[in-house]
Each structure stands twice: as structure tokens, then as C-alpha cells.
């Protein structure tokens, strides 16, 4: 069993920056390929971020290219989400997840473990 804690979330301007944290309580977090998905009131979850277990491959959403940055720190089985540039409609709470496997996997939604959610909020 994998326990995964967000935090790191709260409440940013448009165009100002928020980084979220997710810890594992893994000992074999490189066996896991990590991300992040999303999810606003009202909408369907949206996949945001995922990052390969060596750390070298990563994917983004459309609509968090060149804003957001996913990166992970094995020693600390820690992985973390930049969001700059932040605009009223990236306000959601955001989920981390762990696939045991390739980084598609995290992609499809099909993660092994998820988080319990941190809310981020951008006022306009």
C-alpha cells in the first residue's frame, strides 16, 4: 500500500506562481511513474502532469503546456508541480497519482494510488 500527501496548495493571483508537493510513503517510489490530475466543481477529473519513474520523461495537459513543470525527487520520494502563469480557470483541487508502470499509464487515468487532493485557488 502507497499513501501518497499533498500539499503545498492555497490561493494565487492570475499570473502568479503556486508549487504543490505530493510525499510517498513508498519504499520502492521508483517503481512508480507519478502525476497529477485535476479537478474542478462541476467538471470532469483532467489529466495535468506525469513524470517517468527515472524522471527523464514527462507529459503535460494541453491546457498547462509551457506553465506548468512536473519533477521528482527520488531521494525524498517526493514529486512536485510548478503552476506559474496561473489563471482563474487552472482554480481546482489537484491529485497526485502513482502507476507501477510507464508513464502512460498515469496518463490514462489508470494509477495504482491517488492522494486525497489539494485545493488551488486563482482570484482574478
Known amino acids: 500500500q502507497v499513501q501518497l500527501v499533498e500539499s503545498g496548495g492555497g490561493l494565487a493571483r492570475t499570473g502568479g506562481s503556486v508549487t504543490v508537493s505530493c510525499a510517498a510513503s513508498?519504499?520502492?517510489?521508483?517503481?512508480?511513474?507519478m502525476g497529477w490530475f485535476r479537478q474542478a466543481p462541476g467538471k470532469e477529473r483532467e489529466f495535468v502532469a506525469a513524470v517517468s519513474r527515472g524522471g527523464r520523461i514527462r507529459a503535460y495537459g494541453e491546457s498547462v503546456k509551457g506553465r506548468f513543470t512536473i519533477s521528482r525527487d527520488n531521494a525524498k520520494n517526493t514529486v512536485y508541480l510548478q503552476m506559474s502563469s496561473l489563471k482563474p480557470e487552472d482554480t481546482a483541487v489537484y491529485y497526485c497519482a502513482a502507476a507501477q508502470g510507464p508513464i502512460e499509464t498515469i496518463k490514462r487515468g489508470n494509477s495504482d494510488y491517488w492522494g486525497q487532493g489539494t485545493q488551488v485557488t486563482v482570484s482574478s
Open positions: 513508498s519504499r520502492s517510489f521508483t517503481d512508480f511513474a
